[in-house]
């Protein structure tokens, strides 16, 4: 591809080499240094100038690390005269701040959008974002892809008799219908309220598990909290099988290993927005890879053409 330059940030260096393998356009190194003050340094070490540039970096744990180094390849980038730079986050991890919900609490999906366009983001580029409405908080074109179709097709195939698609909350509800509707499937949904952080509650499934297999389906895993209550209920429906997708698998505070030891648990499947090293996959998990749909996408975007066909529903 003529006239573009991919860089990658720290935080998934594997991905950003996957999807430029798609483009067949090389990953250009970026140079990153700390100094004695504990400050950052960024240098882009290719030509940016009139160029389209790329900067990969999902914004995963170390967040504030990974988005302060995002911050400063866009400024790098902008300040050496490229024509036009597009952040690409495949996790966008403030998209859980979207709201006031709180008194005097900062709204910070707004904020960190607002400090991407400042620091010199034309467009963005994103993945499954936590809360959908994020998007309208960027004062640039943003493109929000989703992983249905790419977790839809990891079921295709199966004998899935008896299946039902279950959402842990309302809020995803929407999801999980296109979801089941890929599959050719009925939904239900929990009826979820979140107390905190560490707690949830869910009274009841809205719709027919009872006796039935399950695949619940979430945008993200971080603690497990909504997963372990919504088992809970299951397991008081008898149902037979019950199996995990989620676009992002961050997995944090060992939720990966407490969701993967469970004997109703018979398999988690996520893409790889977030990193997950191979010593840290236990055998439930399946990894699918985004690669292409976002390489396309970058293509697109490059290109002109439109990229609603792959956020679109199937």
Known sequence: ??????????AHPELAEEICAQLRTPLHPVRLRRFANDCLDVQLQANCRERDVFLIQPLVPPVQEHLVELLLMTDAARGASAARVTVVMPHYAYARSDKKDEPRVSIGGRLVA???VAAGAGRALTMTM????VHGFFSVPVDHLHALKELAAHFRGRDLAGTVVVSPDLGNARSAAIFARMLGLPVAAGAKERHSDTRVTISSIIGDVTDRDVIVLDDEIARGTTLHELLAR?????VRSVRIACTHGLFSHGALDRLADRTDVAEIVCTNTVPIT?????????VISVAPALAEAIRRIHDGESVSALFEPA
Do not use: T
């Open 114 to 116: 607002d400090l991407l």
């Open 1 to 10: 591809m003529r006239d573009i330059a991919v860089f990658s940030g720290s």
């Open 278 to 286: 191979a010593d840290k996959r236990p055998d439930k998990l399946h």
């Open 130 to 133: 936590h809360s959908p409405q």
């Open 234 to 238: 299951l397991a008081e429906h008898q």
